[in-house]
């Protein structure tokens, strides 16, 4: 029994199996089985390749470097600053130019500091007193201007007063104006140029249109009617982000604008150009949160007549311009061209083995003899 057993499996290697189809005429299945045969074509033609274009070899690791150039002036007449014009080496910081840069709108401005002792602003929780032994000498104040001396300064007979401390006097206690400085900034217009390159596939490409016409960067500004030009007016900026420029000149806010790239490299550099999205990045849904607007604080020296050092301390509200750069470049490529079609004859060879209806007769052949096998019927 073990050896015809052994003698079996022996022969069975040799053993060579087939199919033959038997079509059964039944026009529902047939119908199904076409409908199903044009679906993976269709997909496989108008969603792999044409949408997706899944024939292409993709670079994701975009290499970029972006110049900023703001250009405007505006005139104000202030009682701390007096007349004054403004041009973009007063309001723009850095004054160089890089994917980041900041535009100044509205300013708290206490010129005429030197460093003596004076009382610490009321605002300062931590610099409210009683007595001199609240003010212990040496400490700073939290949140505050400076050292305490020791002292504890009153107003008249009011019994609570505020610290004496050593600072640059006297301490900043104006508050930010209700209007912005310089509203006028809203007709300043930036420069952004963006260069860009696909290691990739060794290709570069800048967002500047390529044209032999000078006055074209002289005239032109981005905007429906120009899509093309990288010149930006800062008050469309922000008002492409659905946020008023006059209200967020106020206090100051940060909006990014996002320069996209999708280039497909089967057609001419000319057709590679960048998409532009805006978007406000602070809290904009809560003017009054502490989470909203954007400001800092720096300080121009000088010294008088007699060498004392002195300093006008500025409190800079303004927006701030985050400009990011996203992108990706495809190209024909033969190896995902081939795992992409041979994946759809796969799949369409599935639905034809598995949703035709017709009878199975299968033929082993055994030596030279040959056995028919009932298979059954498929639906």
């Known amino acids: 029994m073990g050896q015809a057993g052994c003698k079996g499996l022996y022969q069975s290697l040799f053993d060579y199996k087939t199919e033959k189809y038997v079509i059964a005429k039944n026009k529902k299945v047939g119908l199904l089985y076409r409908l199903l045969q044009v679906s993976i074509l269709t997909y496989l033609v108008v969603w792999v390749f044409l949408v997706k274009k899944c024939y292409q070899d993709t670079d994701t690791s975009l290499q970029s470097s972006i110049i900023t150039k ?62 001199d032994s609240d003010c212990p000498p040496g400490e700073p104040v939290v949140a ?3 050292v305490r001396t020791g002292r504890c300064l ?17 301490v900043e206690t104006k508050s930010r104006p209700a209007k912005p400085l310089l509203g006028e900034a809203e007709d300043f217009t930036v420069y952004i140029r963006n260069f860009i390159r696909f290691p990739k596939f060794n290709f570069s490409k800048t967002n500047v249109l390529d044209t032999t016409d000078r006055a074209f960067l002289k005239s032109c500004k981005f905007g429906p009617k120009d899509p093309y030009c990288p010149i930006f007016r800062l008050g469309s900026v922000v008002s492409w982000t659905g946020s008023s420029f006059q209200e967020i000149a106020v206090q100051g806010g940060v909006i990014g604008i996002q320069i996209e790239w999708d280039c497909d490299l089967d057609r001419a550099p000319s057709e590679c150009y960048p998409r532009y999205y805006f978007n406000r990045l602070d809290n904009r849904f809560s003017e009054n949160s502490l989470s909203s607007g954007y400001n800092f604080r720096f300080a121009k020296y000088y010294r008088d007549a007699a060498g ?23 190209k024909f490529n033969i190896i995902p061209t081939v795992i992409n079609v041979g994946s759809g004859v796969a799949l369409m060879g599935v639905v034809t083995s598995r949703d035709r209806g017709h009878l199975q007769t299968s033929l082993s052949y055994d030596g030279g003899k040959s056995e028919h096998r009932h298979l059954g019927t498929h639906w």
């Open 70 to 131: 703001v250009k405007g002036v505006t005139f104000t007449n202030t009682s701390e600053l007096g007349e004054r014009l403004w041009d973009v080496a007063d309001y723009v910081i850095p004054p160089q130019g890089e994917n980041v840069f900041f535009v100044i709108t509205n300013l708290v401005v206490t010129p005429n500091q030197r460093q003596e002792t004076c009382a610490e602003s009321e605002s300062i929780p931590d610099a409210l007193c009683y007595e």
């Open 144 to 146: 505050g201007n400076g």
């Open 154 to 170: 009153r107003a008249g007979s009011e019994q609570k007063g505020t610290c004496e401390i050593f600072a640059w006097c006297p």
């Open 308 to 330: 004392v050092e002195l300093r006008t301390l500025f409190k800079a509200y303004g927006i701030r311009f985050d400009v990011m750069v996203n992108g990706k470049a495809g």
